[in-house]
């Protein structure tokens, strides 16, 4: 059963387009909601990350907008370069104490030329 | 140089043997995980540790086992038990495990595969 489920699985975006991954929730519980990139061959590391009482957060070419009562948030990476390709997770943190997150399957994002 | 080791970075075995990743973090950080990655399922938690000596379950935590004796290590030990233990596997510390918004950083993995 997958708790944050996300979308699409790949994507292609000609350099300097935007990308936009989607990511849905059913726990309303959930409390930090933070996303990572990861490269081949390594492991995944924070890129940006907001709490669920704010609507937007951006952070260089980097937007999370988070809907609350939709329980969906999305990244955008306006003008995609091709040093942006990778594969990108959401994830969600459960309430209670022990920073245990659950991951969404991933989208692999190749940016072209 | 700061941060998080696991060895070997490729593991070969044959089915039924036992296996033990490595996991070494020189950050200083109370809480460590385990997490599985297999193509199109993202991260699974397997075990972690908000402290030494003590450690919880996960999502996935069958045919798995961990220790932590040592603040700095953490590490996983594949069991025969283990239906399926070919994947790629993450190891990740954080500060404080009841921070909040406490980041997680991750290794940069063992790609275990059983023969």
């Known amino acids: 059963q997958q708790q944050v489920k996300q979308s699409p699985q790949s994507l292609i975006v000609q350099k300097g387009g935007i990308s936009i991954i989607n990511c849905a929730y059913e726990n309303t519980a959930f409390d930090y909601f933070p996303w990572y990139q990861q490269f081949p061959g390594k492991g995944p590391a924070l890129l940006i990350a907001?709490?669920?009482?704010?609507s937007e957060k951006k952070e260089g070419r980097f937007t999370i907008s988070f809907n609350k009562s939709a329980k969906q948030f999305s990244l955008h990476i306006m003008d995609s370069q091709p040093g942006d390709s990778a594969t990108y997770f959401c994830?969600?943190?459960?309430?209670?104490?022990?920073?245990?997150?659950?991951f969404g399957t991933g989208t692999q994002l190749k940016v072209e030329l | 140089d700061g941060g998080i080791t696991q060895s070997p970075k490729y593991l070969f075995r044959k089915e039924g043997q036992n296996v033990t990743l490595s996991c070494e973090q020189n950050l200083n950080h109370d809480a460590m995980y385990w997490y599985r990655q297999d193509p199109g399922q993202g991260l699974r938690l397997i075990y972690y540790s908000q402290i030494v000596n003590d450690f919880q379950k996960g999502d996935i935590a069958e045919g798995y086992s961990v220790s932590r004796e040592k603040k700095e290590s953490f590490p996983l030990t594949v069991t025969s038990a283990q239906k399926n233990p070919t994947a790629f596997y993450l190891c990740?510390?954080?500060?404080?495990?009841?921070?909040?918004?406490?980041?997680?950083?991750f290794g940069p993995g063992t790609r275990l595969t059983v023969l």
């Open positions: 990740a510390s954080s500060v404080s495990p009841n921070a909040y918004a406490d980041t997680q950083y």
């Open positions: 907001i709490r669920p009482d704010v």
């Open positions: 994830a969600a943190r459960y309430p209670g104490g022990g920073n245990k997150l659950t």
